[in-house]
């Protein structure tokens, strides 16, 4: 079994930040400077990313983490429908109201989004992605929207991004199948006209709301974390221009429920010197569940 200090080990050498761990009995307060201290240079920085290094140094955070590969393949069972979804899409069929949705069970949420047709983002979807994991977990984790590889394979956060949500989760003793759910606010690849990845926009995310709220009322969570400036705009209803800096370090509300907002994994790919920062919202939601 992985210990306390073994899990904050792990998500310290992921993040980059081992040699300046602060115990998270330590005041958050304490945790802020240390983390904001981080002055990676790019090209060290580089080195420390799963996706491209290539290195062994740190096999445990690698794409073979042990356990962590395996749950995200089994947790399929349970929380992913991709391939369901796929078959059971059916041309024209009818969008449930929102009313209609609050009534439905699991069974009945997962045919809906996979025959959805709600919002224009169904015509260039391969698969929906509803969402994974422990379906009576007490952490759930939401981002903004499939991307290409979650398109693919009607799961959401697989690829480099996946990973290191999946070594952030170890870090506080979560697995995807294990006490954790992860979604999105809309369950479609939202595409660019330059055929990249984009956020969803806001009338997309209003369409897919409805959904992601009956599978928040079904899980009934004790805490959400939001993963990205996206996610944390659609669920506490802010107005698109609020910067993430004036979200984090806060314990929203979210229907009555603590909500705390933390950086989108695959932005922390991009952006190395801010992955600091992640574990010390992390920090705050541990708080935030044990307070709550
Ligand atoms: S993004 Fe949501 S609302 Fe839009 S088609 Fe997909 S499931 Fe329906």
């Known amino acids: 079994m992985t210990s306390d200090a073994d899990r904050r080990a792990i998500f310290l050498e992921e993040m980059g930040l081992a040699p300046l761990w602060v115990p998270l009995a330590a005041p958050l307060a304490a945790v802020a400077p240390v983390a904001d201290q981080l002055a990676v240079p790019p090209a060290a920085a580089a080195q420390d990313m799963p996706a491209t290094s290539g290195k062994p140094a740190l096999p445990v955070m690698a794409v073979d983490l042990p356990g962590v590969a395996r749950a995200s393949e089994t ?27 609050e009534r439905m069970d699991w069974t009945q949420l997962k045919a809906a989004v996979a025959g959805c047709v709600k919002c224009g983002l169904c015509r260039s979807r391969t698969r929906t992605v509803f969402g994974v994991g422990d379906e009576k977990a007490r952490w759930l984790f939401v981002g903004e929207g499939p991307g290409r590889n979650e398109d693919l394979q009607g799961e959401p956060f697989v690829g480099p991004a996946g990973k290191l949500l999946d070594n952030m989760l ?20 939202p595409i660019g006209e330059d055929g990249r990845d984009r956020p ?10 409805p959904y992601l709220q ?30 993430l800096a004036k979200l984090r370090g806060t314990v929203h509300n979210y229907s009555g429920l603590p909500l705390v907002v933390t950086y989108h994994p695959a932005y922390l790919l991009r952006k190395l010197t801010d992955k600091g920062k992640t574990w010390t919202d992390l920090c705050l939601a541990m708080k935030a569940y044990a307070d709550a």
């Open 75 to 101: 947790v399929g069972l349970s929380g992913n429908i991709g391939a369901d979804a796929a078959a059971i899409t059916a041309p024209g069929a009818t969008a449930p109201s929102a009313a209609e949705i």
């Open 170 to 189: 170890l870090a506080m003793g979560l697995r995807r199948g294990e006490n954790a759910y992860i979604a999105n606010i809309v369950k479609c690849r």
């Open 214 to 243: 009956r599978q928040i009322a079904l899980i009934n969570p004790t805490i959400i974390v939001a993963l990205g400036k996206t996610a944390a705009m659609s669920l506490l209803g802010l107005e698109k221009d609020t910067a």
């Open 200 to 209: 969803p926009a806001p009338d997309e995310a209003a369409a897919c709301m």
